[in-house]
Nanobody
Framework: HVQLVESGGGSVQAGGSLKLSCQVT?????????KGWYRQAPGKERDLVSD???????NYGDSEKGRFTISEDNVKSTLYLEMNSLKTEDTAVYYC????????????WGQGTQVTVS
């Protein structure tokens, strides 16, 4: 009912920038209330990077505030994460997620995109 496809990952030097995109495809009867980005570094848990609700309210992890910006283009059904001043500790697989409901609420995940900062 919901499909998320990330793109835009890659390798960048510290201090550089990347912009991730997540194409969201959903059936017309599916309602989504929150979308976000998570990341998982090797050997670590998957953590919230940023999320955005349907009314545009945004939320960021402490280490991402002031460097990352989440946005959504509802016409294109695409979620974005603009990342600036990247640090080596930002290296991780970045996942797009959406909290959606057909019958019950559940979180859907994309396949992930690798971001490597050196």
């Amino acid at each position: 009912h919901v499909q998320l496809v990330e793109s835009g990952g890659g390798s960048v030097q510290a201090g550089g920038s990347l912009k991730l995109s997540c194409q969201v495809t959903r059936s017309t009867f599916v309602d989504c209330k929150k979308k976000g980005w998570y990341r998982q570094a090797p050997g670590k848990e998957r953590d919230l990077v940023s999320d955005i609700t349907t009314d545009g309210t945004t939320n960021y992890g402490d280490s991402e505030k002031g460097r990352f910006t989440i946005s959504e283009d509802n016409v294109k059904s695409t979620l974005y994460l603009e990342m600036n001043s990247l640090k080596t500790e930002d290296t991780a697989v970045y996942y797009c997620a959406a909290d959606c409901r057909a019958v019950t609420w559940r979180r859907f995940w994309g396949q992930g995109t690798q971001v490597t900062v050196s």
